[in-house]
């Protein structure tokens, strides 16, 4: 048998050769590159196909199907969301992306995206923090202390300059874990006792909790005027983070109004309630922030067109460092309307017809 | 570093593994299996979580998305559709798919898809067959002699008792080529030099062409009383192989109507022209052929149950073959919470912080 062409290749980034790549990069530089590609495809929204994604629910959890292209690449992700997950020690949130030509259909490159879409979600909370916190932010707090915390600690510190980080999470043991792997990093790390104490003196207030359910994780008096709110944990319907009233008062941001208004802390409001749309600020067509003692509120649900960024950044990345293994995953048959001549080819010799 | 757990790891069938598989199990033994298995799942229709393929249209091609759900598996496709690759030597359709357990939301089954959707569609048509073409059918005219028509072919033959097929394309290299591959396939093979003469005496028609473009393979006065019609190359807007006046006389059998209206041959109909959903038939709903002399279509655009019955069937036959890679694609944590201090662990000695 001929063995399959390049096109025909498709490599892979196992989770082990993407821990290898961030490792190679640096967390943090990696952190401030993906925050740089994602601002810059932001910057050309109206370039992309859009679409909410594509869920498939059942009483336990999620799977859904995130596409999108600019014309030239094409890219989606596989993403599962199982908050009961946990209990049998597996991850609520597994991952996984391609990224294809579009002039071809070809696929360039699939990629684990757990590890990834925890980057490129803390990438995307600090970029758009960039845009909306107090310029002089430094001090950030961290309510819920689950897989995504350190990212987001290590991505505001990176994108941000926040030099504190206040933990708080209902079960102290998260708290612990947090603090431990943050120890050593070049971030003043306080552990809080409740939510109040973690959101003092904090410009920034990031929420990243799991319960699928109407929670309220911050109460309307607990934010204060000029505060950035970072809502991550809010992510489908009926998983919301914040207080309605938090809402009524805020500068809202969002990523693709048509799926935040489902999945969002917005799905509280009405349908014709006033947000932003992210990309228009950093496009220059509206203003961000608008007064130093305005709360604003990015109510992220995440999108397809982060996934595509990070996607064609990792692609970019791994040239040159061999941290991929190749994938014989599209059929090649010499003369492509062959396929039938190319599976007769392959039948083992006693079985030749 | 720990090596990631069983659960962490998806089987991956490769173009090879697949090819493998086939002759493993014999082309026709398989293609007969494949169709059980569709046939089985079309019974029970209404379990399947349904949606019309996600599509990314560009101008020369199309990037899909095809999702379904049965509440216990999930499963989805992803194919391309770029009828200019063939000048380049590559495949016009290429896929790939996973199948994944909905109670968890990880991927069980990594699979090309090329050769894949090759079977299945031949097993798809020919089970459609089975419920709508005469039972007397031994003749089977095959218009577009491209990479689907060996398949078509030998799965007529398996599972309809075809005994002759009768070849035409505008490319007489392509009849050449399937010529070829079908000796001594125990069918008699009968190379023709026009559509007429292909159509002689056939009591099944399957037109499968490529061209994008409103196309008319068969002209009314070419389809006689009592034919079934398998038409399979008309499947995305502005592609259809069929003059409006068949339809118009047909009994039109189709797979899920929402996708159907816009893809299929019935495009060319009003949107509320009667057709029939096949399950029904296959479930005992509604009659299929009413009588000998209907002219019956099955208007086949490829639907997701299709693959994911595929996909399912595969992963049941894999079983103790060995014909898959282990692929690393899910992270793994211990503690699933501590994503972060998994991937510092992974740090190579000298980087540890």
Not at 3 to 14: D, E
Not at 290 to 318: C, Y
Request: with cysteine; hydrophobic share 45%; charged share 20%.
């Amino acid at each position: 048998m001929t063995p399959p062409s390049r096109q025909a290749l498709v490599p892979f980034v196992s989770v082990d050769h993407m821990m290898q790549l961030v490792h190679h990069v640096g967390i943090e530089p990696l952190l401030v590159e993906l925050a740089d590609a994602i601002e810059a495809d932001f910057r050309r929204w109206p370039d992309f196909d859009k679409t909410p994604r594509v869920a498939s629910h059942s009483d336990i959890g999620v799977i859904e199907l995130m596409p999108t292209s600019d014309g030239q690449h094409y890219g989606f992700k596989y993403v599962n969301g199982h908050p009961g997950n946990m209990r049998q020690g597996l991850q609520t949130v597994t991952a996984f992306g391609v990224l294809a030509d579009v002039a071809t259909g070809y696929p360039l490159l699939l990629s684990e995206m757990t590890i990834l879409t925890a980057l490129r979600t803390a990438a995307t909370s600090a970029m758009a923090a960039r845009w909306l916190a107090p310029h002089d932010s430094r001090v950030m707090a961290m309510i819920g202390n689950g897989a995504q915390a350190e990212f987001q600690a290590l991505a505001f510190k990176a994108i941000c300059g926040i030099a504190e980080v206040r933990l708080y999470d209902i079960d102290p043991a998260a708290t612990a874990k947090c603090v431990a792997n943050l120890a050593g990093r070049g971030l003043r790390v306080v552990p809080c006792a409740s939510a109040e104490e973690a959101i003092l003196g904090a410009q920034i207030v990031t929420t990243c909790t799991a319960d699928k359910q109407y929670a309220t994780i911050l109460s309307d008096n607990m934010v204060g005027a000029g505060v950035h709110l970072n809502a991550v944990g809010g992510d489908c319907p009926g998983k919301t983070e914040l207080h309605r009233d938090i809402l009524l008062r805020a500068g809202i941001f969002v990523e693709y109004p048509p799926q935040t208004r489902v999945e969002g802390e917005i799905q509280q409001l009405d349908p014709d309630h006033a947000v932003t749309e992210l990309w228009q600020v950093i496009a220059g067509h509206v203003p961000g922030r608008t007064r130093a003692d305005q709360v604003t509120l990015f109510d992220s649900v995440g999108f397809a067109i982060e996934d595509f960024s990070a996607l064609r950044h990792i692609h970019k990345r791994l040239q040159g460092t061999g941290l991929f293994l190749d994938l014989d995953m599209i059929a090649d048959p010499d003369d492509p309307r062959d396929l039938f001549g190319m599976l007769c080819r392959a039948a083992p010799r006693q079985d030749a017809a």
